[in-house]
């Protein structure tokens, strides 16, 4: 039978009126016809025991690798069960959606997998990587459009397409069907444990509009209601935390894109509903960039595992989390569409964030062996200076030049910053979170 809830929401700031959204409850039966739905066309994916995390956390860690799905993203879930219901009319009429790039892939590939044509809207940020994958997995079914500096931009414009054509808009989150979708997520974590004789006490989700943390939160309401769900989303994009606290949602007034998969403004209206009525079994929280970086690049170097930033947010909670030994948890990898392009800034965020990579402005006086002052007087012995410009002088007295200093270990700094304070040099540490560092990275 289909619940119908009753949720109070302010729309879009902290000082609007509650109004009411009405929506319907999902259960386990309604994932379970997903499930039957999609199964023909999208197989289980692994989950594997993952012996780093489990002796780092004391805890039984599990990885539920949805970077291994076709499409590289969970997002083919959702996408294809929504899609897949729609009659003939709809079908011949095509389908629209918005995307950072993964649900995208989805509805492409269920577009050229049903004969649909479909029309697909990414904002500029959207990797390379990302769009050309679109286009391989929908064919000659979709045609690609890129527009808006984010994701709340794209799908404006692919919403406002859809009410011009007369086409089904395929939403990537905000959507009971999508959500269905997803939860089949969950339904395979619960079998593939089971049939290993294991139960689950906690799943950690990676969050960006909402649609796997509810899909997921929604089935463990029913099948397993005693396990916790951790919901992480990156520092800077942050949406379903001030959701919460606004008890509505709410646009956020920047994001940080570089979690492209989880940079979303405003959570959706359904997302925020479902999320609002299982609060008590949700433990919200977010994590740095740099700190996703870091363990993306341990994914990779340990497990051999290509994580995009997104699909690295589980995994990167777990060093936060008060797990109890013995303890089974499942980590979401979300994702694994990551451009090899971005290695390099992935590598200076992981630096940065683990406080070995440090940048400083020094005024060298427009005298002879300056420079070899800073690097015997100034410098530690493991010091590495990684980046030196020096800026066109504009007095006859001094020039500045931007240094980058890699540590051989966090704990260096101090004694590099006392160095600096006993030099004759003029030398000034640039702070992350400031507009001049914005310009480094």
């Not at 619940?3 to 700031?13: E, F, H, I, K, P």
């Not at 959500?179 to 989700?205: F, H, P, R, Y």
């Not at 998969?261 to 359904?270: C, L, Q, T």
């Amino acid at each position: 039978m289909t619940t119908r809830r009753d949720v109070s929401t302010q729309a879009g700031s902290e000082t609007s009126s509650v109004t009411p959204f009405v929506f319907e409850e999902i259960h386990a039966a309604d994932i379970a016809a997903s499930q039957a739905r999609i199964s023909s066309v999208i197989a289980p994916t692994p989950l594997q025991y993952c012996a780093r995390l489990s002796e780092a956390t004391g805890a039984e860690v599990y990885l539920k690798r949805e970077d291994l799905q076709d499409v590289r993203s969970y997002k083919i879930r959702g996408a294809f069960n929504a899609i897949s219901q729609l009659d003939e009319s709809s079908r011949a009429a095509g389908v629209v959606t918005a995307s950072a790039g993964n649900h995208a892939q989805g509805v492409a590939y269920a577009c050229r997998t049903l004969g649909i044509h479909g029309k697909i809207f990414v904002p500029t940020q959207t990797p390379k990587q990302k769009r050309d994958r679109i286009l391989v997995h929908g064919g000659n079914n979709v045609e690609l459009v890129v527009t808006g500096t984010n994701f709340d931009e794209a799908a404006a414009a692919a919403r406002a397409e859809a009410q011009a054509k007369g086409a089904t808009m395929i939403e990537p989150f905000d959507s009971r069907d999508t959500v269905i979708g997803q939860g089949t997520v969950a339904a395979e974590v619960l079998s593939q444990l089971t049939a290993n004789g294991k139960a689950l006490d906690t799943i950690v989700v990676p969050v960006g509009g909402g649609g796997l943390l509810c899909g997921v939160v929604s089935y463990l309401a029913d099948m397993a209601p005693h396990t916790g769900v951790i919901a992480v989303e990156p520092s800077g994009a942050a949406s379903m935390a001030a959701a919460l606290r606004n008890r509505g949602p709410i646009t956020l007034d920047t994001v940080d894109t570089f979690v492209d998969g989880a940079s979303v403004k405003r959570v959706g209206d359904i997302n925020y509903a479902i999320a609002e009525a299982n609060q008590s079994r949700i433990h919200i929280m977010d994590v740095s960039e740099g700190a996703v970086c870091t363990q993306i690049l341990d994914l990779y170097q340990s497990e051999g595992i290509i994580a995009e930033p997104a699909g690295a947010l589980s995994v990167t909670a777990l060093e936060y989390l008060n797990i109890k030994p013995g303890e089974v948890v499942v980590c979401i990898i979300s994702g694994g569409n990551n451009d090899v392009l971005r290695y390099n800034e992935i590598m200076e965020r992981s630096l940065v964030h683990r406080g070995l990579r440090h940048y400083f402005l020094v005024n060298f006086p427009q005298e002879p062996g300056q420079l070899r002052t800073f690097l015997t007087d100034v410098l530690g012995p493991h010091d590495d200076i990684t980046r030196f410009e020096y800026f066109k002088r504009n007095n006859r007295d001094t020039g500045a030049a931007l240094v980058g200093v890699e540590l051989n270990e966090a704990a260096g700094l101090q004694g590099l910053l006392d160095r600096m304070d006993a030099s004759p040099l003029k030398i000034q540490q640039l702070q992350p979170d400031t507009p001049e560092y914005s310009f480094l990275i």
